[in-house]
């Protein structure tokens, strides 16, 4: 009888007992290990910013604030347009927070801008809360736009029918 060939080299390794010292496993192509860290150059630690830069920075953010009204205004026009030019509750209150939004932001200038206003800022924020009021208004501008396409605004005669006054004729044609 032929003897049962022996077990792969993989089954004998796993049956084999944990030796306590592991294998010495090389670091891969790229990595800088722990031991490779410590001899690199430290960088210096960066000094911290000075006021200049703090305002810039600051006048940089509250751009990003003021021109954050113009970037919704893609988005509302695509509602408007998709909500129709029905009197519906839908339409209405998209059309209402387009007022709302929009009035609340302009009242809120200040305490919006408030975070970003120094000694140093101040005289810059200007522009920036102008084009802040700009774009609101922009966005009401839509609103105003929606209010006419629904037919709300009074801007044919008929509208102003109830005003209207009836003409006198300054001559009559009479047949005798």
């Known amino acids: 009888m032929a003897a049962a ?3 792969p080299t993989w ?8 030796s306590s010292k592991p294998k010495a496993l090389t670091d891969p192509p790229g990595f800088v290990g722990t031991r490779d860290r410590k001899s690199l150059t430290k960088t210096p630690p960066r000094p911290p910013p000075t006021t200049a830069e703090t305002d810039t920075l600051k006048v940089k953010k509250a751009w990003e604030l003021a021109l ?6 893609p988005m509302n026009a695509i509602g408007m347009y998709m909500s129709g030019s029905s009197l519906q509750v839908f339409s209405i209150m998209m059309v209402f927070m387009l007022f709302k939004t929009p009035i609340a932001a302009i009242f809120g200038v200040q305490g919006a801008f408030a975070r970003y206003e120094t000694p140093g800022t101040s005289a810059r924020l200007l522009p920036v809360k102008a084009v802040y009021v700009l774009m609101n208004l922009l ?3 839509l609103g105003v736009w929606k209010i006419n396409q629904m037919g709300l605004l009074p801007t044919t005669r008929s509208d102003w029918l109830a005003w209207e ?5 300054l001559e009559r044609a009479m047949m005798a």
């Open 5 to 7: 060939p022996p077990p």
């Open 11 to 18: 089954v004998l390794a796993l049956n084999a007992p944990v």
């Open 68 to 73: 954050a009204p113009a970037k919704q205004l």
């Open 139 to 141: 966005a009401m501008g």
């Open 165 to 169: 006054v009836a003409r006198e004729p």
